[in-house]
């Protein structure tokens, strides 16, 4: 390994231990309840449409591999529960030039239906100095967007195409994510995460080499932020405004960490994508379109209806053991998401100083 990349990798390990060692702070250490694992599943037809009516016989629960007892089934909308909605604008991973664009986008959104929005919203702003939090909840689109305006979003001092910009803006991206979930975890009901960015650097490649010491530190990072996106009842999803300007290149590439990671050997920086993420917790990575209102509107969507599914787990011989669910339709041409995937009794490990 060349020094710059030995100096990159130690930078962003030193990063990740960080992250682990503050998850480890707000996320004690849980088991499986005895009631077993809740899952909030979305189903739409191919074209993008939401399916509602949709009965317990219509769904069958794997747990790696093996069908699973559904126990509980419920029919939701945020008239059961409430849901929240959080619009996250990237000024760091979004080119400078295009931020003009993201903010008119998001403003055409939270202006339209007269400024009423369906459920309540709030926005934030991440900056190279961190994330800019509005804490408060409100269904008037147009005190958002007036909120929106007086954000002020200066030239970066990151450069998005800089290698030496990569392991910062990660930094940045990752402890910015953190605390959105801790924040999260604070809040009742649903919270839908819009994070309006073309993803923050993955960071992994023929030329990135990982001891044992660092794949551990990556598989604790992976544990516990998916453990606290499930106690926070968060799910993400990623709206790229660059859509098919990407190139064909970036626009794939994180669909080679989509993998799920049993073992902290099967661990890789990229696994904390932005896109992965997002599509492990149910959300979606939405790459190919560049409509920023369409998009949102498109998210939020997914939030008007969904089936609760409680189902009884398969026994698990030791922390973090990882489990894959998948969920299968009787129905044909329906597409059901949600998270595939969790940690039995996620325990994180503080790292050595």
């Avoid at 939090?133 to 450069?159: C, M, P, V, W, Y």
Wanted: charged residues 20%; aromatic residues 8%.
């Amino acid at each position: 390994m060349t020094t710059a990349k030995a100096v990159f990798t130690l930078f962003l390990m030193l990063s990740l231990g960080a992250l682990c060692a503050s998850a480890q702070q707000s996320l004690p250490a849980i088991s499986l309840p005895s009631r077993g694992v809740t899952v909030n599943v979305v189903v739409d037809t191919k074209s993008g449409q939401p399916v509602t009516g949709l009965r317990q016989q219509d769904f069958t629960i794997f747990d790696n591999k093996t069908p699973r007892p559904i126990t509980s089934f419920k029919v939701m909308s945020p008239a059961q529960e409430p849901v929240r909605v959080i619009l996250f604008i990237d000024a760091v991973n979004v080119p400078y030039q295009m931020l003009a664009y993201v903010r008119d986008g998001t403003e055409r959104y939270l202006k339209s239906n007269e400024g009423t929005l369906s459920l309540p919203t709030t926005v934030a702003v991440l900056t190279d100095s961190g994330a800019q939090i509005d804490r408060s909840f409100t269904t008037d689109g147009n005190a958002l967007n007036d909120e929106l305006k007086s954000q002020h979003i200066a030239l970066r001092e990151i450069n998005r195409s800089s290698e030496w910009g990569g392991e910062e803006r990660m930094e940045i991206c990752l402890t910015a994510f953190r605390q959105l979930l801790t924040f999260a975890s604070t809040l009742s009901g649903r919270k839908i995460i819009l994070w309006i960015s073309p993803g923050w650097p993955l960071i992994s490649g023929p030329q990135i080499y990982l001891t044992a010491k660092q794949e551990d530190q990556i598989f604790d990072t992976l544990v516990s932020i998916s453990s606290q996106m499930q106690q926070s009842n968060a799910v993400l999803y990623n709206i790229n405004p660059v859509g098919v300007g990407e190139s064909l290149e970036r626009t794939d590439y994180f669909q080679a960490f989509l993998y799920g990671v049993a073992k902290p050997s099967q661990a890789q920086i990229g696994n904390l994508g932005l896109q992965v993420l997002a599509v492990h917790s149910g959300g979606l990575a939405l790459e190919s379109n560049s409509d920023v209102t369409g998009n949102i509107q498109r998210c939020v969507a997914d939030a008007k209806s969904w089936y609760e599914i409680t189902f009884d787990p398969l026994p698990s011989d030791k922390p973090n053991q990882y489990h894959q669910i998948e969920i299968k339709l009787d129905q044909p041409g329906m597409i059901a998401h949600s998270r595939d995937s969790y940690y039995a009794d996620p325990q994180v490990i503080e790292p050595q100083r």
